[in-house]
T-cell receptor, first 114, second 114 residues
């Protein structure tokens, strides 16, 4: 099993550009989520999904969209990038249905918005 | 929502000594308390977790204690080794997960001095 796979690892955007961060897991986990990690701030939940076709907002959802068309994939879209979205983004999945317990994290995407 | 405070932000100990990281939480409904370790440039990884119906849990050199009355929990690492150097995050979660289901502390940078 590859676990949780994120692409790209690094990305530089200009203000106003859009992009999609990809996340895929091969562990058949129903629960998937996106976090952002900023220095001194810990990890903050952006969006999460408890299964295909179901998504919901986390603590900091503004400026981000998600979709969950399959169990495996959970892409994160930045609609119009802003410098405040410069961060490290982690996708995570959980083997426990409808919970965020025992999270498996991807390797992260370091995003810079100029 | 839940608020998790973590102390200290930086902890330096001599190799072989013990390290203790403390967290407090605000929501008495929280019942799941994981600890994640993040090495420099890597993904967070779950190292130990505890539920509110258990006061203490051990796994080799690491242990977690929980005081529900005081709403605090701690990570104990004994016989510290160089590979224990990392940032450690505590978190608290209420039943069922959800938008505010898992709240992270801001992290403790543990430095093991040779």
């Amino acid at each position: 099993n590859a676990g949780v796979t994120q692409t790209p690892k690094f990305q530089v955007l200009k203000t106003g550009q859009s992009m999609t961060l990809q996340c895929a897991q091969d562990m058949n986990h129903e629960y998937m989520s996106w976090y952002r990690q900023d220095p001194g701030m810990g990890l903050r939940l952006i969006h999460y999904s408890v299964g295909a076709g179901i998504t919901d907002q986390g603590e900091v959802p503004n400026g981000y969209n998600v979709s969950r068309s399959t169990t495996e994939d959970f892409p994160l879209r930045l609609l119009s990038a802003a410098p405040s979205q410069t961060s490290v983004y982690f996708c995570a999945s959980s083997p426990t249905p409808a919970t965020n317990e025992k999270l498996f994290f991807g390797s992260g995407t370091q995003l810079s918005v100029l | 929502g839940e608020n998790v405070e973590q102390h200290p932000s930086t902890l330096s100990v001599q190799e072989g000594d013990s390290a203790v990281i403390k967290c407090t939480y605000s929501d008495s409904a929280s019942n799941y308390f994981p600890w994640y370790k993040q090495e420099l440039g890597k993904r967070p990884q779950l190292i130990i977790d505890i539920r509110s119906n258990v006061g203490e849990k051990k796994d080799q050199r690491i242990a977690v204690t929980l005081n529900k009355t005081a709403k605090h929990f701690s990570l104990h690492i004994t016989e510290t080794q160089p590979e224990d150097s990392a940032v450690y995050f505590c978190a608290a979660s209420k039943p069922g997960g959800g938008a505010d289901g898992l709240t992270f502390g801001k992290g403790t940078h543990l430095i093991i001095q040779p």
